[in-house]
């Protein structure tokens, strides 16, 4: 253990001794409150309101805020906060991510915090995973928090500018971390173009009259607790939040380009026409491949296309052949593509893949190809939440990217016990030669242990693989259902009966993340809920938040996880050439492939740590943009060729 670890240690230690006392000051102040009427109440929590406004450190109110956020929350919505909840609200207000095991109710837990930071009325901001999350959280929570004299908002990405503005000067606002940024990038291109139109500030008591195209919505950005940290400040960082631009012309030559490369790429062969770099994925054309784009019949718009770029666009072409996937990378919803999420399962509404990649797919899927864009304003994850004056977040899956957490956003990362002891089975796992095998072996585990009545949640990486399984299962007249971006409509009502005797739910990330299995009486009395990990994801968190389904809270369950020499993360972690190695092995008996299951973790860790490094990587080009524009006198945030 390093220096740095040890003493890490034992200041977080020390913390926690002392936030364990006022925990038990909170416990005993609550006893002061239960006699109060409604209205009583009301003027308690303004009043301590006012001192917050007043001056008064939010830290010498953390008894008398969390005693009445717990009151209310018992008489409004039934629910009173256990002990470790409370020392988790005070680990999150000491600008600390919380690791909570799932099922813990970090949900909860998020009110106490989030209230004591709403006194200063500047703004309280909770960032969730998804607007599904968003919604639902900010939707049980409310009363809790206008029993107590204070406003909520929520922001999904159908509120218009006009519904933004009223939900960011609530004093409370529950929304999503890409909400937040693009309302950021707006705001500041706004500002920018009232500069340019002589406008000199509009005030805000004005704004909401305003035209709104013309409204800043957000008034400063105070206070943030980020739910599911991990996932929203590490897995997603790697992709910046970009504002578009649409240029005034489009060279219908460029689409007819597209068109033509993605007709065309599927008959080069790897090896004859193109080579694949092993390191960085890379197609290159080989010199009888840049021979056969130039034989090949093009339409007469390509006619004064340079020829390099013409090899651009069929190299760009074939990697899209080769590593994007319907149904897995994205859907086709209404003649556009949508991306799909990988970390959530959820449809990336608005999102769209940058260097040509999205109208190359367009194009090969025979739609309209859209306006390739510029980009007028654009930031980081890490650069936006670090605007904050404070900061703080929990999960359930964050002690392993402790260093990261730590060095970059300048945060805690303090594990709180749990309220009961877990009770979480782990069953060994399976190894296959190939996926039929391995989807056979899951569809025999589900048969065996419906019969029993026991609630079964398989997850899988993709859209097209969840079917997969659905197929199957259908085929053995085992009834089910598949929870995936298909089927939002259902979602609700799917997860409220994933945990009922017999029931049997298939699903992709969507079942992870914030997804709360409520077991019946009956199902709890066979066993609780068994989790199938049909495949391992290129982030163990991910991985770790499917299983945290079952086990909840002191209940019973288990999980099993499911291999397949043909699985996707032994390529993308160990290369191609060791996995094809492996994969020499199919035709062995399960039982002699269990000693291959280490190799698939370790590809998972190779994976992670790349990832890592570009996240590194990213935050360290990102400064030295900044700093440039900085010097040059410009806005770091905004494109200067214009608004």
């Known amino acids: 253990m390093s220096l740095l670890t040890k003493l890490r240690y034992v200041g977080t230690t020390t913390s926690l001794a002392k936030w364990k006392s006022s925990v038990r000051r909170i416990t005993r102040h609550c006893q002061s409150l239960k006699n109060l009427s409604d209205d009583q109440l009301t003027k308690k929590s303004l009043a301590l309101k006012f001192e917050a406004r007043s001056g008064t450190p939010l830290e010498q109110l953390i008894v008398q805020a969390y005693a009445l956020v717990r009151e209310s929350a018992r008489r409004t919505i039934g629910m009173e906060h256990y002990d470790v909840q409370l020392l988790g609200g005070i680990a999150m207000f000491h600008r600390s991510i919380a690791v909570m095991q799932t099922g813990e109710g970090k949900t909860l837990t998020a009110t106490l915090p989030i209230y004591l930071n709403a006194l200063r009325g500047e703004g309280s901001h909770l960032a969730t995973a998804n607007d599904y999350l968003a919604a639902r959280d900010a939707g049980l929570m409310m009363p809790v928090y206008q029993r107590l004299g204070l406003s909520v908002g929520v922001i999904t990405n159908e509120s218009n500018r006009a519904q933004r503005f009223d939900a960011y000067h609530c004093d409370i606002t529950y929304t999503t971390a890409k909400e937040i940024g693009f309302d950021f990038l707006r705001d500041r291109l706004i500002n920018r173009q009232m500069e340019y139109s002589g406008i000199s500030q509009i005030p805000s008591m004005v704004q909401s009259k305003t035209d709104s195209n013309l409204q800043i919505v957000q008034r400063g950005l105070n206070y943030i607790l980020v739910d599911e940290a991990d996932s929203i400040l590490i897995d997603e960082a790697r992709t910046p939040l970009i504002v578009s631009s649409i240029p005034d012309e489009v060279a219908q030559a460029a689409i007819e380009l597209y068109n033509w490369a993605a007709h065309v790429s599927p008959d080069f062969t790897i090896g004859e026409h193109f080579s694949i770099d092993p390191d960085d994925n890379q197609i290159t054309l080989t010199s009888q491949g840049r021979r056969r784009v130039r034989v090949l019949r093009q339409p007469e718009l390509l006619r004064q296309t340079p020829v390099m770029d ?268 060791a996995a094809q190695k492996l994969r020499g092995y199919h035709e062995a008996p399960s039982n002699a492939l269990k000693r291959f299951a280490p190799m698939f973790h370790k590809a998972q860790a190779n994976i992670q740590q790349n990832h890592f490094k570009s996240r590194k990587m990213l935050l360290y080009h990102e400064s030295r943009r900044q700093e440039m524009q900085r010097e040059m006198g410009q806005d770091p945030y905004l494109d200067t060729a214009g608004s």
């Open 310 to 577: 013409i090899y651009d666009q069929v190299e760009q072409a074939i990697y899209v052949n080769q590593n994007y996937v319907a149904d897995r990378h994205y859907v086709i919803r209404d003649g556009e593509v949508v991306i799909v999420d990988e970390f959530t399962g959820r449809l990336a509404e608005g999102r769209k893949w940058r260097a040509g990649i999205h109208q190359a797919i367009e194009a090969r899927e025979n739609l309209n190809v859209s306006v390739e864009t510029g980009e007028s304003a654009r930031i980081t994850l890490q650069d936006l939440f670090l605007k904050y004056e404070s900061l703080s977040g929990m999960t359930g899956t964050a002690a392993k990217s402790e260093r990261e957490l730590e060095s970059i956003y300048d945060v805690c990362v303090v594990t709180v016990p749990t309220n009961r002891p877990p009770r979480r089975v782990q069953l060994p796992a399976c190894v296959f030669g190939t996926d039929d095998q391995k989807w056979q072996a899951i569809a025999d585990e589900i048969e065996a242990l419906h019969r029993t009545g026991r609630p079964v949640l398989i997850g899988t990486r993709s859209i097209d693989k969840s079917e997969i399984l659905s197929k199957i299962l259908d085929r053995r007249k085992v009834k089910h259902e598949v929870l995936n971006a298909r089927h939002l409509e259902r979602e609700a009502e799917i997860v409220a009966g994933a945990g009922e005797l017999g029931r049997v739910t298939v699903a992709t990330n969507m079942a992870g993340r914030g997804t709360d299995i409520k077991l019946s009486a009956e199902a709890l009395a066979v066993g609780g809920l068994h989790v199938i990990c049909s495949e391992l994801h290129e982030s163990a968190r991910i991985d770790r938040q499917l299983i945290g389904r079952c086990g909840r809270q002191g209940d019973p369950g288990s999980f099993r996880q499911y291999l397949s020499l043909e699985d996707d993360i032994l390529e993308n972690g160990i290369g191609e050439s």
